[in-house]
């Protein structure tokens, strides 16, 4: 009886959360370039843009997604571009990393498994923000950095 009442008052904090997810902005110094690399590249999708008109020139803000995941690209600050490092949980990073390298990213790190127990890749934009894609190793994989 003591049990089913201490359930019945427990709340998981998931039940009060206000926050429920967080969009990386990232600052870019051409928004027609980002749109390409991030589109063309990395494999998002344009949800929006603003102005809308293609036309026009910068400044401008978009907003991609990939797999559920959104970013938002703006060029209205271009003195940020280059200056945001993004990390990104994926389900496979040496599959991922294979995929867009093919496609022409800039790779700044080859998939790598990290001492705190993640493998990585970093790939840049033109601007030269940072994304970094992991993936959570096995708990029995030693940590290797052989690049690959």
């Not at 600052?27 to 843009?49: I, T």
């Amino acid at each position: 009886m003591l049990f089913n009442q201490l359930l019945i008052n427990v709340t998981p904090l998931t039940f009060n959360a206000m926050i429920t997810s967080a969009i990386p902005v990232i600052a870019v110094s051409d928004s027609a370039r980002a749109e390409d690399y991030y589109c063309r590249v990395l494999g998002f999708q344009k949800m929006f843009a603003y102005p809308p008109d293609p036309a026009k020139p910068d400044p401008r803000y978009l907003g991609v997604t990939r797999d559920g995941v959104e970013l938002h690209l703006q060029s209205y600050k271009p003195e940020r571009a280059g200056m945001t490092d993004t990390f990104f949980w994926v389900a496979d990073v040496d599959r991922l990393h294979e995929e867009v390298r093919a496609r022409g990213a800039v790779i700044q790190l080859p998939p790598t498994n990290q001492t705190w127990g993640t493998r990585e890749t970093g790939i840049r934009d033109p601007d030269g923000n940072v994304l970094v894609f992991a993936t959570k190793q096995p708990t029995n994989v030693l940590p290797k950095n052989e690049g690959g």
